[in-house]
């Protein structure tokens, strides 16, 4: 069975930063587009930050110049730098795997992140 990991979420203040981070099980890591989606109480889940297995990278608009994704192919890992960080950025957090080919799509058991003061 893929698991997805997540780790680093917390509390932190506005204005602060936080490095979430998730360890892929996945045999063949590299092939998979990688993403962090989020999801806040009474509201869908929604993207944050894609990165494919290509290297490129999307943004949500809410995010953008904010958060920075990135892999490590050779340890398995998606990380996501996030910077200056408001309240509405609190929610659940969730790694995400996706490989249309493979018919694949996994995803994490998700951690929190509220930013409040």
């Known amino acids: 069975q893929v698991q997805l990991v997540e780790s680093g979420g917390g509390l932190v203040q506005p204005g602060g930063s936080l490095r979430l981070s998730c360890a892929a099980s996945?045999?063949?890591?590299?092939?998979?587009?990688m993403g962090w989606y989020r999801q806040a109480p009474g509201k869908q889940r929604e993207l944050v930050a894609v990165?494919?297995?290509?290297?490129?990278?999307n943004y949500g608009d809410s995010v953008k110049g904010r958060f920075t994704i990135s892999r490590d192919n050779a340890k398995k890992t998606v990380n996501l730098q996030m910077n200056s960080l408001k309240p509405e950025d609190t929610a659940v957090y969730y790694c995400n795997a996706h490989k249309t080919t493979r018919g694949a799509d996994y995803w994490g058991q998700g951690t929190q992140v509220t930013v409040s003061s």
């Open positions: 996945l045999s063949i890591f590299r092939i998979y587009d």
């Open positions: 990165i494919t297995s290509g290297g490129s990278t």
